[in-house]
Structure formats: structure tokens, C-alpha cells
């Protein structure tokens, strides 16, 4: 784990697409190369991988965000996804209960992880309930929750709860069958606004926000990782998605995470945030 220094007082999450100041990584396993690529895709190759994660990190460090950096303890190729187990909200962090029973003990080594940083919990989805982190987008005063292969309506109903607490209604957006989760198609990119890859998550969810739909064959570049209001970390290989992004006045930071683009992995699942103004 990386040194840090960030101090995790009252304030979390002040607002979901403030300006992103600490967050916490995973580094990628051996076992990624044991994830089923995409179709149409290579297999991912660790050593590139863990290259991409390390420009991921250093990144996030150009523009000021305190990041923690964890080693993979599971034979897990998803490990990496550390936006999965958990959730920011204001004052806490939500621990999820993931659909893969593999995925579970994530959940567990997170919380172990947060409480020795200190950082307070807000809650944990309990058992019937399944929600995974990725299935979960904040933006504005509103929680989107993917409703796909994952997670059920117990874990759904159990975080609309706690998220009222909150101050956030919830929407549930219908995923197409091949989405394997909903940050892989969408990402909120400031409160007003949500990326969204066109065919690939229900647009009718969406109603009150602007929405940038991204063509067709690209629909996995809206899963860009906010850094500021209108101002994202994305992954390189979608030249027309990034156009399109720029020409809707958003600013693109672009950087090669071939590697994770090959199993499904976004840059927003990537991350798991936990502080931002």
C-alpha cells in the first residue's frame, strides 16, 4: 500500500461529481489473464495490465488526488474492479454484499481496509440482499442502481434505503442482457449530466439529466472516471467517443487501459472514491 496522508473526517462524499481528492486502487493479479475477454478481444496480459494501473495512478496524482493503492489478496481476475465492494456516501462508506459468492470476501477484506484507515462506514448490504458497487452511480442528489445479471430487488430496496438517508432518490435503469454491469455503459460526468453508451442502458432512466449517448461499438467508453465536473479520466482506444465527449464540452484525460477494456473493466470501476468536494 502507497503512503498516505489524506485525513477522512465528517465529509466524504460532499457531491458525487465534485472534485475527486482520495480514492483507493487494486492492483491487478496474475489472474486477470484467466478473465474471458470480450468478444472479438485478446486475452488481457498481467505485466501490461499492472503497467496501465501504475499510468492509472500517476494520473490520478497529476491532478492532485490522493491515492491509496492496495495489493491483491484473491485469486479473483476482477479484484481490481475496487469500485465493487464498496460505496462513498457523505459521512460513510456503504460495504456491499456482490453477486459472485468469489467476490464476497473483497467485501470483507475492504472493510477490514477502511476501518484501519479509519474511515467511517455507513452500513452494509445484508444477506439475502446482493449489490455490487459497479451496479451504482451517484449524480446530483440521485443513485442510479443497475438492474441486469446482477445483484436482486432485496439488496436494491436495501440501499434505496439507506441512500434516502442520504438525500438521494434512486432510479433503477434496465441493462441490456450482455452488460455485465452499469458503470461499464455510464457514467455521471457532472450533476447534471450522465454519458451513456446508446442500446446499452435504458435512456428513459435518465429523464431530468442531460445525456450524451455514445455510438454504437463504443458504448464502454462511457465509463469514464469523473475528476471534477465535466472533467473525466477515459480510455484512449474510443477516438469518436472521446470526440464526441470534447465536442459536448467535456474534458478528457485519455490513457491506454487496453488490458481492463479486453474483460469489461471501465475506468470508473477502477476506482473506489472516497473523498471529493
Known sequence: MTAHTMEFGPRLVAT??????????????????????????PGSICARAREQHAVLQTTLAYFGVETIVFESHATDPYECCAANPALAFGDGVLVMRPTQMSRRAEADRMQSELARLEIPLAGHIAGPGMLDGNDVILA??????????????????????????????????????????????????????????????????????????????????????????RHVVADVRYRTALSQMHRAGITVESIDLYDFAKIGVTPSMLALVLKRD
Not at 458525487?16 to 478481444?41: C, D, H, K, Y
Open 140 to 229: 446530483g442528489t440521485t443513485a442510479f442502481i443497475g438492474v441486469g445479471s446482477r445483484g436482486n430487488q432485496i439488496g436494491r430496496a436495501g440501499f434505496a434505503q439507506l441512500a434516502r438517508a442520504y438525500g438521494y432518490r434512486t432510479v433503477e435503469v434496465q441493462l441490456a442482457p450482455d452488460v455485465p454491469a452499469l458503470r461499464c455503459v455510464a457514467a455521471a460526468v457532472a450533476a447534471d449530466t450522465i454519458v451513456i453508451g446508446a442500446d446499452k442502458a435504458d435512456p428513459g432512466a435518465f429523464q431530468g439529466f442531460r445525456t450524451i449517448v455514445l455510438e454504437r461499438g463504443e458504448e464502454m467508453a462511457a465509463g469514464v472516471l469523473c475528476l471534477d465536473e
Open 16 to 41: 458525487p461529481t465534485g472534485r475527486l481528492q482520495s480514492l483507493i486502487l487494486v492492483r491487478p493479479n496474475v489472474n486477470i489473464e484467466r478473465a474471458a475477454p470480450l468478444a472479438g478481444e
